[in-house]
């Protein structure tokens, strides 16, 4: 699949989707959209389809990575108003966007942090990810001994042909990666993770 200058390949061993050459540096794309609110109310019946009205209650801290305009924050708050929800960021303007909203939203290194979480999120992340099983373990290490990743990601390696994608365009290189159930599931298995659930949506 090609866009531009930019080439998308698939493995013919595992099928996983990805861009070649990769860019030397992520590229300097901000998307100019606000908040969503529907995007807010998809994310809200995700977490409830994972997550019971008890175990919310009994989370003391989630950390949503790549947390946009805060539109999973804000589900994740309405559900369980005590809960100590961070957001991370690179986005100046969401970040501010956030902010109006009433959330904590910030920019900092995944390195950096000395926090542990009971839920570390990621919503439509993993496609500008790189490597992501590194980016797992990273994600891992931020997870108290009994937490959770919940995360949410295009199938788009799942597709007979890549040109089959519904939205029509990879948008490359923004995104560098596509992976499917498989991917979905080899990747948390190598990080160290279990796989309690795994559901599809349309």
């Given at each position: 699949?090609?866009?531009?200058?930019?080439?998308?390949?698939?493995?013919?061993?595992?099928?996983?989707?990805?861009?070649?050459?990769?860019?030397?540096?992520?590229?300097?794309?901000?998307?100019?959209?606000?908040?969503?609110?529907?995007?807010?109310?998809?994310?809200?019946?995700?977490?409830?389809?994972?997550?019971?009205t008890?175990?919310?209650?009994?989370?003391?801290?989630?950390?949503?990575?790549?947390?946009?305009?805060?539109?999973?924050?804000?589900?994740?708050?309405?559900?369980?108003p005590?809960?100590?929800?961070?957001?991370?960021?690179?986005?100046?303007?969401?970040?501010?966007?956030?902010?109006?909203?009433?959330?904590?939203?910030?920019?900092?290194?995944?390195?950096?942090?000395?926090?542990?979480?009971?839920?570390?999120?990621?919503?439509?992340?993993?496609?500008?990810?790189?490597?992501?099983?590194?980016?797992?373990?990273?994600?891992?290490?931020?997870?108290?001994?009994?937490?959770?990743?919940?995360?949410?990601?295009?199938?788009?390696?799942?597709?007979?042909?890549?040109s089959?994608?519904?939205?029509?365009?990879?948008?490359?290189?923004?995104?560098?990666?596509?992976?499917?159930?498989?991917?979905?599931?080899?990747?948390?298995?190598?990080?160290?993770?279990?796989?309690?659930?795994?559901?599809?949506?349309?």
């Amino acid at each position: 699949k090609k866009e531009g200058k930019h080439q998308l390949w698939k493995c013919e061993e595992c099928g996983f989707l990805y861009l070649y050459p990769m860019p030397d540096h992520p590229p300097d794309v901000t998307y100019p959209e606000g908040w969503v609110g529907m995007k807010m109310v998809a994310n809200k019946h995700k977490v409830q389809n994972f997550f019971s009205t008890a175990e919310m209650a009994g989370f003391d801290h989630w950390l949503d990575v790549g947390a946009g305009n805060g539109e999973l924050l804000k589900a994740v708050l309405q559900l369980a108003p005590n809960v100590n929800a961070t957001g991370l960021e690179t986005s100046p303007m969401k970040i501010k966007g956030a902010a109006n909203h009433g959330l904590k939203v910030v920019n900092r290194d995944l390195a950096t942090i000395r926090e542990r979480y009971d839920v570390v999120s990621f919503m439509n992340v993993l496609s500008h990810v790189s490597c992501p099983i590194g980016f797992y373990k990273a994600l891992v290490n931020l997870l108290k001994p009994t937490g959770c990743l919940f995360m949410c990601t295009g199938n788009a390696a799942d597709l007979t042909d890549p040109s089959q994608n519904p939205s029509k365009s990879y948008s490359l290189p923004d995104h560098v990666g596509f992976g499917g159930r498989r991917h979905a599931i080899e990747l948390m298995e190598a990080a160290g993770l279990e796989v309690r659930a795994l559901r599809e949506y349309d």
